[in-house]
């Protein structure tokens, strides 16, 4: 079974879902009545990092408010919108919704995170070059993650094979495998063919690497080892502590390293397996921290380019038969639809980019769509991030026709088509879409008819609002972030100090946590502190062990909560305190909020209203409870059957109404809405009429 280790850092666990993928039942087909005619469209007029030197701020006189009256948890939240708000955004709000849309979140640092938290020598040694490759029959001590216990267990393995890139080690747990000398060279020359493939168009991987060694290792572990199952599902995964130094993180293996399940060696699914995991270990040389849809869509499109559809068209019509789910939120369960989602925009992407233009997307440091927007001048000139993504929405519904125009193609046989709900003259309708998630419609008839949109024009940020006024302090979402808020406060006249802020927090449970920390030293060191209603490693909410102090916050606040800490220790001294919410590589919720944050010895009181000194922000922002909401309405019709799409213009407006020719071409036209305000994953609420 192996002994137990414990985990130092979260694990990038790219983990490639095998058995349980083929047993989610078959995947459901989209309907498509395609009833001609199609439109003419006439549109009306719209209605309607480290921390930098702080000094200590001088007290302000302010009037504490008075104790909420109220338990934990019960905190009383600001005014709510409608859902179909139609108050039109304040000054502050436009301005959150343009830092929303250009804040980035600082990538976490693991070798800076262990000298901060436990005075770990932040030393990066340089491995001596491997000039001479590792004989067969090698044998040494990997640690592997079993994903039953969520343990790590040490895994004794043999070296059977070595390429000119990789090493092929093999679990010992049932005895050295008996695989023919001939199987083995098969596996290593078509890796080696692979590893051409894979970096022509992602990028070469970090040489020589951690270890001084050009050979990545594979890894092949039993099943037993990976999920105390013979049948476990895991195909493989990667993890980026692999690529820290031991000497930094004793748990890493310290190599450029992935897993296989050794089960699926030889078998129709292991190269297509390994062109995935590949992947995510190059991508790990240059954008750490990217978006899940790009993290694990690219994988997917690796796959394809390898040569193996199965598996991406598979979960590509699984998405398609469902396209309403926000493209910056991965599922914590059934996760093959994100996998289809993800795969789908990188294939979109490679046809429009081209070979060069993806690869640079690809090892672009940028996450996510603002890659695309730094990247638009060189390989697309005249778009833009966001049209790239309204363009993608449309070639999602046009993907199935020979003439659909260059723009919305994907080059991909065996799609279905997208699902899309059917509407009619008198049809009234009344409904969400996710944040950057789509809704498909079809308009059905003849004649001429009036379309007619109207969309909220606020985002909520969270579930709650602030607690008081309109205003609080918010965590930016992203994975493998590392978001602070920090301040100096001057307590050497006190003898006694209080700290005191009302929180709301939605983190992957165990996974992503946050800290409240104080330094003495400048920054140097942090000092972990407990409020009441933090989680604890000793109560269980830790369970992967990756947190970086026995109190944290992880999982979800039902509302907001009043906290209390005693800085009284730190009494007689300068200090700099500190909120931090640290991510892992995957699965990002909404983040944490704070308001009322206040030290009633200094007479300190941070309400987040206005004007906000003396904090650092990294990865922290001064937020309105709403956002403006940002639409995409677009309509494609067919006039003498060429596909034509038709943005109408809800820019500026979040309602309008248009007059559709149904009488004029060959097919239906398909309305496409989609919600495309940043950070929050609260869904956007909108009617339709069709007269």
């Not at 769509?369 to 990247?375: D, H, I, N, S, Y």
């Not at 449309?394 to 059917?422: E, M, S």
Request: charged share 15%; hydrophobic share 45%.
């Amino acid at each position: 079974m192996g002994l137990k280790l414990r985990i130092l850092f979260p694990l990038l666990l790219m983990v490639l879902l095998w058995l349980p993928a083929c047993s989610e039942g078959p995947l459901p087909t989209p309907t498509s009545t395609r009833t001609p005619p199609a439109a003419t469209v006439t549109q009306t007029a719209p209605v309607g990092a480290e921390v930098a030197t702080a000094t200590m701020p001088s007290a302000p006189v302010v009037t504490l408010p008075p104790a909420p009256s109220v338990t934990p948890g019960q905190l009383p939240a600001g005014a709510t919108e409608p859902l179909l708000s139609q108050r039109p955004p304040t000054a502050a709000e436009n301005d959150t919704l343009a830092r929303l849309l250009h804040d980035l979140l600082p990538v976490r640092d693991d070798i800076g995170l262990q000298a901060a938290f436990r005075g770990v020598e932040p030393l990066f040694p340089t491995a001596a070059l491997v000039s001479e490759p590792l004989p067969v029959g090698s044998t040494a001590t990997f640690k592997t993650l079993n994903f039953a216990t969520n343990e790590l267990v040490e895994t004794e393995a043999v070296l059977l094979y070595v390429s000119d890139f990789a090493y092929f080690w093999f679990d010992l747990a049932a005895g050295q495998p008996a695989i023919p000398a001939t199987t083995l060279t098969e596996a290593g020359t078509t890796f080696d063919q692979m590893h051409d493939v894979v970096s022509l168009y992602f990028g070469a991987a970090a040489q020589p690497g951690i270890d001084g060694d050009p050979h990545a290792y594979i890894l092949h572990v039993t099943p037993q080892n990976l999920c105390f199952d013979v049948s476990c599902g895991i195909a493989g995964y990667f993890s980026s502590a692999d690529v820290v130094p031991p000497t930094i993180s004793p748990n890493s293996n310290g190599h450029e390293l992935f897993i296989i399940n050794q089960a699926i060696f030889d078998s129709a699914s292991y190269f297509s397996t390994l062109a995935h995991e590949y992947r995510h270990l190059i991508e790990d040389s240059y954008d750490q921290g990217d978006w899940d849809w790009e993290v694990e869509g690219s994988a997917m499109l690796a796959e394809l380019l390898w040569g193996d559809q199965r598996r991406p068209i598979e979960r590509a019509n699984l998405y398609l038969s469902s396209p309403d789910r926000s493209l910056y939120s991965w599922p914590d369960t059934a996760t093959a639809i994100a996998y289809g989602q993800g795969f789908l925009l990188n294939q979109f992407l490679f046809a429009q980019l081209g070979q060069d233009g993806y690869r640079a997307f690809a090892t672009n440091p940028e996450h996510g769509l603002a890659a695309l927007e730094a990247l638009a001048p060189v390989f697309a000139p005249g778009r833009t991030a966001d049209s790239f993504y309204q363009d993608w929405l449309v070639a999602l519904a046009l993907h199935d026709r020979p003439d659909a125009p260059r723009p919305y193609r994907l080059n991909l046989p065996g799609l279905q088509p997208v699902a899309r709900q059917t509407l009619r003259a008198g049809d009234d309708l009344s409904d969400t879409v996710s944040q950057y998630g789509a809704d498909y419609y079809e308009l059905a008839g003849s004649g001429t008819i009036e379309l007619s949109f109207s969309g909220s024009t606020l985002a909520p940020l969270l579930p709650v609002n602030a607690v008081s006024g309109d205003s609080f302090w918010l965590s930016e979402r992203g994975n493998q972030g590392d978001a602070r808020l920090t301040r100096a406060l001057d307590l050497r006249s006190l003898s006694a100090a209080t700290l005191a802020y009302d929180v709301y927090y939605d983190l992957e449970a165990g996974y992503d946590f946050a800290y409240v920390s104080v330094s003495t030293d400048g920054g140097a060191q942090w000092q972990p502190l407990a409020a009441p209603a933090m989680s604890t490693a000793a109560a269980g909410a830790d369970p992967g062990e990756a947190a970086f102090a026995p109190h944290f916050y992880t999982g979800t606040a039902e509302g907001w909560l009043h906290e209390q800490i005693d800085l009284s220790t730190y009494a007689g001294q300068e200090i700099l305190l500190r909120f931090q919410v640290i991510t892992d590589p995957i699965l990002t919720q909404a983040g944490l909020a704070l308001d009322n944050i206040a030290v009633p010895e200094l007479a300190f009181l941070d309400t987040a209203e206005g004007v906000v000194a003396d904090w650092i922000a990294e990865g922290f922002m001064n937020v309105t409870s709403y956002a403006p909401q940002r639409w995409s309405v677009q309509l494609i019709t067919f006039p003498a059957g060429v596909p034509t799409v038709t943005p109408l213009d809800v820019a500026e407006a979040t309602a309008g109404s248009w007059t559709i020719d149904l009488d004029n071409s060959s097919w239906s036209p398909i309305l496409i809405i989609s919600g495309m305000t940043p950070q929050t994953l609260q869904p956007a609420h909108y009617e339709l009429a069709v007269r």
